[in-house]
């Protein structure tokens, strides 16, 4: 598919060349409408995208379907059930601010460190890039190492959370929810004795660590239960791992077009906004919703376009130019409001590391790569 093709759907743009003429067009045109074929109203400019993130009639998931039908009763549906990132109300939002908590206290520059240490690794077997492993397995390798498990176990955690995200879109098959209902089943395994430690060790006041303080962040705000501590857990490996891979790919992709003499901190914080790994996202009208004139009904769907809205004119001058070092941009790539991703540092210095080394062996990409057909995350193939 070339970025000449004409787009059908905002879904098919995620893995366009260029799918950013297409937004354009939306934002100028139809920033907040009821596409037909999709079934689901559109949220392209900067505007719309603020008030749907930002409105509590709107949810995550749907109100009949809280975990997808295929998974529910698995592992996989008991994880994802609990999981910040798939439920609202007032137990999730408590349980968000003790994810948040843990994060905003993630050692950054050890995390760093330890992707670089990956990276070097996994190029030093000589032959072909491994650009599958350092896009994916190294970022998911580092945080399952800074949740406690060793590198042996990391490895395995870094190939179940690949199989587990898998149940994520809508799309997912069968095979896949089984797949992932395995995984996830193996990945409670691996991570539970960890967690049990770090809540173990916290009231004797020893290691550190991100489930550590997860535990010491659950502490503080009075929540007992382990279970949903440890979904979220391994909710922190399924949220790093296609998010994190496209950053690094895209940011390649980046370099390869002209953006050779940028800084690689600077580029990748502008490679967020200007051609976003997550593409988009969905929200589910449990009350009616009204935005510029039209009116989302209970029970219908929202794309809100995280990719448009980031090169809306409107918040961002010049929107469509890559500007490292960008002064103050309006970034929605990490969402924005209640459902704010809190792990955008960390996911930051993992690609700053993983790109740094890259390029440190001279080592590139193609300017012009295919993309994985995910309807959401946008990750060249390389
Ligand atoms: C480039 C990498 C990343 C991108 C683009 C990204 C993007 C996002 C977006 C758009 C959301 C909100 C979804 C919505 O509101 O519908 C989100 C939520 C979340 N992200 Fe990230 N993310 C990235 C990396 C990470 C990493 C590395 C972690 C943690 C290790 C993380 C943890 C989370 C969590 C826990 C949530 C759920 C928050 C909530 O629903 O309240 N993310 N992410």
Not at 117 to 144: D, I, K, Q, T
Not at 257 to 272: I, K, N, P, Y
Not at 368 to 373: F, I, K, N, Q
Request: glycine share 10%; proline share 6%.
């Amino acid at each position: 598919m070339s970025s000449t093709t004409t787009v059908s759907s905002p879904v098919e743009a995620v893995r366009l060349a260029d799918p950013y003429p297409y937004y354009a067009r939306l934002v100028a045109e139809r920033s907040f409408a009821y596409d037909e074929a999709l079934g689901a109203w559109v949220a392209a400019d900067a505007a719309a995208v603020r008030a749907v993130l930002g409105s509590g009639a709107l949810r995550v998931r749907p109100v009949a379907e809280p975990v997808p039908a295929g998974i529910a009763g698995t592992a996989a549906g008991e994880v994802f059930g609990e999981l910040v990132r798939m439920t609202d109300g007032a137990a999730a939002a408590r349980l968000k601010g003790v994810v948040a908590g843990a994060l905003a206290r993630a050692d950054t520059a050890y995390a760093a460190s330890l992707a670089a240490r990956f990276a070097r690794e996994a190029l030093s077997a000589g032959g072909e890039v491994p650009y599958e492993e350092l896009m994916f397995a190294v970022p998911a390798r580092v945080v399952a190492a800074l949740s406690g498990l060793t590198e042996g176990a990391g490895r395995e955690a870094a190939r179940a959370i690949g199989d587990f995200v898998q149940c994520i879109p809508a799309t997912a098959t069968p095979e896949q929810q089984r797949a992932a209902a395995t995984a996830a089943a193996r990945l409670r395994e691996l991570l539970g004795p960890a967690l049990t430690a770090a809540s173990a060790v916290h009231t004797a006041g020893g290691a550190q660590g991100l489930l550590r303080e997860l535990v010491t962040a659950a502490e503080r705000d009075g929540w007992a239960r382990l279970g949903p501590l440890l979904s979220n857990a391994i909710g922190f490996l399924s949220q790093t791992y296609d998010a994190t891979a496209g950053l690094i790919g895209n940011t390649l992709v980046a370099l390869a077009r002209g953006a050779e003499g940028s800084d690689t901190g600077a580029l990748v914080r502008e490679v967020v906004r200007h051609d976003a790994p997550i593409q988009n996202t969905r929200r589910f009208a449990a009350e009616a919703f009204a935005h510029a004139g039209s009116t989302v009904e209970p029970g219908q769907q929202i794309l809100v376009l995280l990719a448009a809205a980031n090169r809306d004119p409107a918040v961002n001058p010049d929107p469509h130019a890559l500007t490292p070092g960008r002064v103050n941009p309006a970034v929605f790539t990490f969402g924005a409001a209640a459902h704010r991703c809190p792990g955008g540092e960390l996911a930051t210095a993992l690609a700053d590391a993983v790109v740094t080394e890259l390029r440190a062996a001279g080592l590139g990409t193609t300017a012009t790569p295919a993309y994985r057909p995910l309807a959401n995350a946008r990750i060249p193939l390389l």
